[in-house]
């Protein structure tokens, strides 16, 4: 398997001026030397040339060609968030009558744009457990046109068996769209079968929580369609990235190898010592993990099994009062997202999988004090698990170790 992170260091732009950065096209629209051009450029048959920046700007198509790269598609398109892009492709892909087939353990706001905002337009779909083939292939009918999942679900982590989705997609003729935001550089959907993959550029790939984003990474042909000014989702919705964004996405971007391997050796550490605390710790790197075999065989190894992880402490008031202590404590914030240089933690079932109705929460195992981890970039790990501990053991979640007394 390659290393993408050796794909994206091979990218070099000069600035318009020779500089060592890409310069940033400041404009939302551009002159043209002749009227022709112009309509050229309007058709799609113009390279090189600019229109307006909904529809492409310099800026972000020098990100869009590192994502592809990154990814391992023909071309990329970026949007001005991750549900931007998300939306986008899904209603490219379908219209009225058609149906999805996607994983019940998803992003909330993915979920409630499925169950809530899509049967508007005529979209249904069926949510099943991703990680029963059998289940999957049973929810196919012949009105569906996708089937999609995220590589590591949101927020259960949840591992899909892309190659083991691939092969159901292509026997019934229709498209596997994976959302991608937890294991960039680790897994690369494209080569495991999968035809569209997603990210929020929010979370690790910017890594600084300081702009919101997001792409979808596919063959030339879906991306052009995507942007076709007639009829394409991405052009007519308008989700489009501002061009200052996507240039501080591009230089954070040249990080995501460094980042990415120290988010995954701090979880893994934090892991493996509150699993031997006894906690219920969910990550999977762990060998417990029910798919951390299957996870083993897709990740690049460089990478490891990425930042996130969950931990339950029991009940809502538990996961409340150790997540407010360990805020106090500078261990991180509570916050949602993920991918941010400090570890941030919060209670999805009242947070980023509100959306999700409680019943529906807990059939497939999100409980109350369930604390999702984005697991930062600390330097000193054994401090900090010494201290989450302390905490721990304040609330009442952990017994004190009096092994080092």
Same mark, same amino acid.
């Given at each position: 398997? &390659?290393?993408? +992170? ?165 026997? &019934? ?6 959302? *991608? ?36 990474? +596919? ?10 000014? *007639? ?51 969910? @990550? ?100 900090? @698990? ?20």
């Amino acid at each position: 398997m &390659h290393n993408p +992170a050796d794909n994206i260091q091979d990218l070099q732009y000069f600035g318009e001026f020779g500089g060592v950065n890409p310069s940033i096209s400041d404009s939302s629209t551009y002159t043209f030397l002749s009227a022709k051009t112009m309509f050229d450029t309007f058709e799609g048959n113009a390279e090189g040339c600019y229109l307006y920046s909904r529809h492409s700007s310099p800026s972000n198509l020098y990100l869009d060609k590192a994502l592809a790269v990154m990814e391992g598609t023909q071309s990329a398109n970026v949007a001005a968030s991750g549900m931007g892009a998300i939306t986008s492709t899904l209603l490219q892909l379908c219209g009225n009558g058609d149906h999805v087939v996607s994983s019940r353990t998803i992003y909330g706001g993915t979920y409630a744009f499925l169950k809530n905002f899509a049967p508007r337009m005529g979209v249904a779909t069926t949510f099943v457990d991703i990680t029963k083939l059998d289940v999957v292939a049973a929810a196919i009918t012949p009105e569906t046109k996708v089937l999609y999942c995220e590589t590591v679900s949101n927020p259960l982590l949840e591992v899909a068996d892309i190659v083991g989705l691939a092969a159901i997609a292509k026997k &019934h003729n229709i498209k596997l769209v994976v959302d *991608n935001t937890f294991s960039p550089l680790s897994v690369a959907p494209i080569q495991l079968g999968a035809d569209i993959v997603i990210h929020s550029l929010t979370k690790y790939i910017n890594g600084s929580s300081d702009t919101v984003g997001g792409v979808t990474c +596919a063959s030339r042909e879906f991306i052009d369609a995507l942007k076709n000014v *007639n009829n394409g989702a991405a052009m007519l919705l308008g989700p489009t990235m501002d061009s200052l964004r996507s240039a501080s996405v591009m230089k954070n971007m040249r990080t995501l190898h460094i980042r990415m391997k120290q988010h995954s050796q701090n979880a893994q550490f934090l892991a493996e010592r509150f699993e031997k605390d006894g906690l219920k710790t969910v @990550y999977p790197g762990l060998k417990s993990h029910p798919s951390h075999h299957l996870y083993k065989e897709m990740i690049n190894p460089e990478y490891g099994f990425g930042g996130m992880m969950t931990v339950d402490v029991g009940s809502l008031d538990k996961a409340n009062e150790l997540m407010e202590l360990m805020q106090q404590k500078n261990l991180g914030y509570l916050a949602v997202s993920l991918g941010f240089y400090k570890t941030l933690f919060s209670a999805p079932g009242t947070s980023t999988s509100s959306e999700i109705p409680l019943d529906e929460q807990k059939a497939m195992g999100l409980t109350d004090g369930l604390i999702r981890f984005s697991i930062g970039l600390d330097n000193d790990i054994q401090r900090t @698990y010494g201290m989450m501990r302390e905490c721990m053991v304040e609330v009442g979640v952990l017994e004190k170790d009096f092994s080092n007394v």
